[in-house]
Nanobody, 125 residues
Framework: QVQLVESGGGLVQAGGSLRLSCAAS????????MGWFRQAPGKEREFAAA????????IYADSVKGRFTISSDNAKNTVYLQMNSLKSEDTAVYYC??????????????????WGQGTQVTVSS
């Protein structure tokens, strides 16, 4: 019943930046964590970043660590993914997801209960 809508994707040159947003709507929203995943053509969906709503603690995939920053705005029910120093291998559809599981591995797909529709990020080299 939770609706998650991603926005902010687009085409960017390698080395550039994009900021993705994920807005939650449709019902009262309360989850333990929000995550960003990405899926390139022909590949499995993979974890990028996650944030703990309660404490603001964050985790990142090694592939994006130091380049991407996940953040949240509780008042807006919105999670962001700031992506800097983008590489061609970052090209993918990016999905946000909400988890209602406590003490879970937020790097894992099955931890998440609701998913957005995805937003395309294309990085040209």
């Amino acid at each position: 019943q939770v609706q998650l809508v991603e926005s902010g994707g687009g085409l960017v040159q390698a080395g550039g930046s994009l900021r993705l947003s994920c807005a939650a709507s449709g019902r009262t929203f309360s989850s333990y964590a929000m995550g960003w995943f990405r899926q390139a053509p022909g590949k499995e969906r993979e974890f990028a970043a996650a944030i703990d709503w309660r404490g603001g603690r964050t985790i990142y995939a090694d592939s994006v660590k130091g380049r991407f920053t996940i953040s949240s705005d509780n008042a807006k029910n919105t999670v962001y993914l700031q992506m800097n120093s983008l590489k061609s291998e970052d090209t993918a559809v990016y999905y946000c997801a909400a988890s209602y599981s406590r003490f879970s591995d937020y790097r894992t797909l099955l931890t998440y209960d609701y998913w957005g529709q995805g937003t395309q990020v294309t990085v040209s080299s």
